[in-house]
């Protein structure tokens, strides 16, 4: 243990970080399902349980599944997360302990396993390896175990290590030193300090681009060194993750590598910092040892695919290799898209569309819209219809399945989906008409900001869709 600088306050950190995004996880699911995935949604639960089982993607929803039932779950997860967060999980007895973390991965494993496109982002699977690692982290009054904090190190390594083998394999740009030039005006779904990001000095981004690959490709194996060497990799990561907060949002991705590396300082580092008191703690009992015993090895045997991944040529960028969404193999922007583009709904109460109809745009929470308005900073909570929207703009082929569902709920002002909206431009009458079109979207340079107070240009591209109305309502 003080070889790898394993501590209590590692630990403590690293459970209430997981439970706060437990917590955010939870909620996010609450507010969004129904019009996402409730019975009446877009793409509907019981629709997916009737082509699927148990073994394909575990789930308590096989059993039984109503609306009201899924909200039940995840409001339960909820405050599960909740009390853990207050620091009474920690309390209890450790048999107790494990027993709320399990379920707290077990509900959100239900959760994820029917979402569907919705639930497809790789920080799901990273939330559900790192929540089933939390059940065998112990107690207050357990000594941490050093194979599960370690096992945390080796999940982390992965993580970054990934995700710099895929930008390195990837984009020219990230080889080339410029992928920056790009990125904070394309990644999908920008912050309120994007903008200045992105009009950085040029060498700065090369900088930044430089600085990634020495934090995702070589600092990573140094987590496995003596203390203090693993406390400095962790702080080089964590300020780094902190950098990525600042400069966009991207859910709870970034907050779970910091949770993870904060389980890596040690007492003598967090000590100076926290006001926490570090109480006694004695080993586990037999039984705890062989289950953390047990984790150590089905950790490592899982470990295989990972690694053959990680290793290979066609390295895939985020995928699970079990249903459990156990051990998974994770990277981020493999490849950098140049231009922006958005899809922008218009509504009209016109009878019939002519050259003089006049259109109302929908505003979206999260993703670009009107170029006035700035974007805001949401993660760690998650925008799933905003990131959606994001892919479809980038190929049409993402909205197949949910698009249309989408267009005639707002066309029906479906109450459930417009809560999913920043503004709903028909409050009280529905549209008769809806369309779709395709802009490109450019962040103004600082002259332009300072005489308009515009963040965005923005340029027509096409017409994505048609208008439509419910009864000449088509697939687009």
């Known amino acids: 243990m003080d070889w790898f600088g394993v501590g209590y306050l590692g630990r403590w950190l690293f459970t209430e970080g997981l439970a706060v995004i437990y917590l955010v996880a939870f909620v996010a699911a609450v507010l969004q399902f129904r019009p996402l995935l409730g019975s009446d949604g877009m793409l509907p639960i019981p629709r997916f349980l009737a082509a699927s089982s148990f073994r394909r993607s575990p789930s308590i929803f096989h059993w039984h599944y109503t609306d009201r039932f899924y909200a039940g779950v995840a409001w339960a997860g909820a405050a599960l997360a909740a009390v853990t967060v207050a620091g009474l999980t920690a309390r209890l007895p450790l048999p107790l302990c494990m027993l709320v973390w399990l379920a707290m991965w077990a509900l959100y494993l239900s959760i994820v396993n029917v979402g569907q496109l919705w639930y497809g982002f790789g920080w799901e699977s990273l939330l559900l390896e790192t929540g089933f690692l939390a059940v065998f982290v112990g107690n207050a009054s357990v000594a941490p175990p050093v194979a599960v904090m370690l096992l945390l190190r080796w999940l982390l390594l992965r993580l970054e290590f990934g995700a710099g083998l895929i930008k390195i394999r990837g984009d020219p740009c990230w080889r080339q030193l410029t992928c920056l030039y790009y990125h904070h005006e394309t990644q999908p779904m920008p912050g309120p300090l994007s903008w200045y990001f992105h009009h950085l000095p040029r060498p700065l981004h090369r900088v930044e681009a430089a600085g990634n690959h020495v934090t995702q490709l ?227 340079d600082r002259r332009t900001r300072r005489a308009t107070g515009r963040w965005w240009d923005r340029e027509l591209l096409s017409v994505c869709m048609r208008p439509v109305s419910l009864a000449r309502f088509g697939r687009w």
Not at 279 to 308: K, N, Q, Y
Request: a positive charge; proline letters at 8%; glycine letters at 6%.
């Open 218 to 444: 070589v600092v990573p194996f140094l987590l496995f060194a003596p203390q203090p060497v693993a406390a400095g990799a962790a702080t080089v990561m964590i300020v780094t993750q902190l950098w990525l907060v600042a400069s966009g949002n991207f859910s709870w991705l970034n907050w779970l590598a910091i949770v993870l590396a904060c389980s890596v300082l040690p007492d003598s580092v967090l000590g100076r910092v926290l006001p926490v008191a570090v109480p006694d703690t004695e080993p586990g009992p037999l039984w705890f040892a062989i289950a953390v015993a047990a984790l150590t090895v089905g950790v490592l045997v899982l470990s295989w695919w990972p690694v053959r991944n990680m290793l290979g040529h066609n390295q895939l960028m985020n995928a699970s290799f079990n249903h459990w969404h156990l051990v998974n193999t994770y990277g981020a922007f493999g490849s950098v898209t140049r231009v922006r583009t958005e899809i922008v709904l218009e509504g009209t109460r016109d009878e019939i569309v002519t050259t003089a109809t006049e259109w109302l745009e929908y505003e979206f929470k999260g993703k670009p819209g009107a170029p006035d308005r700035r974007p805001r900073q949401y993660a760690p909570y998650h925008l799933r219809l905003d990131w959606l929207m994001w892919f479809a703009a980038i190929s049409p082929g993402y909205g197949d399945r949910w698009f249309g569902g989408f267009v005639r709920r707002l066309l029906e002002n479906d109450r459930d989906t417009l809560k999913l909206l920043r503004r709903n431009p028909f409050p009280d009458i529905p549209p008769r008409w809806v369309r779709a079109k395709l802009y490109e979207y450019r962040y103004t």
